[in-house]
């Protein structure tokens, strides 16, 4: 993780903006991760995640995708249950304990 004040000045970064963080590295699975960072104030007001945007995960396994769906629904709220899909998937939709909206789709191999 680095936060703002690790890297050189930016013009029109607000002092009091230092300690937000500026590039971060979340591991999913072995082979995936998620990359965040905060909203840069310079930049204008950060627009809220859930209403705008969300983050699609694509699982290795069936048991991967479930994992995920359940860490991320701890404290949240479930607006699709995990199950399988018309489309071949396994798949479940949820906004976690911040209001970020996730989308966690396990693709069934195809036969």
């Given at each position: 993780m680095m936060?703002?004040?690790d890297a050189p000045p930016m013009p029109g970064m607000p002092e009091n903006a230092g300690d937000l963080v500026m590039h971060v590295s979340l591991p999913i699975s072995k082979e995936t991760?998620?990359?965040?960072?905060?909203?840069?104030?310079?930049?204008?007001?950060?627009?809220?995640?859930?209403?705008?945007?969300?983050?699609?995960?694509?699982?290795?396994?069936?048991?991967?995708?479930?994992?995920i769906f359940n860490g991320l629904s701890?404290?949240?709220?479930?607006t699709l249950p995990i199950q399988d899909m018309f489309w071949g998937a396994y798949f479940g939709m949820l906004e976690?304990?911040?209001?970020?909206?996730?989308?966690?789709?396990?693709?069934?191999?195809?036969?």
């Open positions: 936060k703002f004040k991760s998620l990359m965040a960072s905060d909203a840069n104030p310079a930049m204008g007001p950060p627009v809220t995640m859930g209403e705008h945007l969300s983050i699609s995960v694509a699982a290795d396994s069936k048991e991967e995708a479930e994992r701890a404290g949240g709220k479930i976690d304990k911040f209001g970020f909206v996730w989308l966690v789709n396990y693709d069934y191999p195809k036969k």
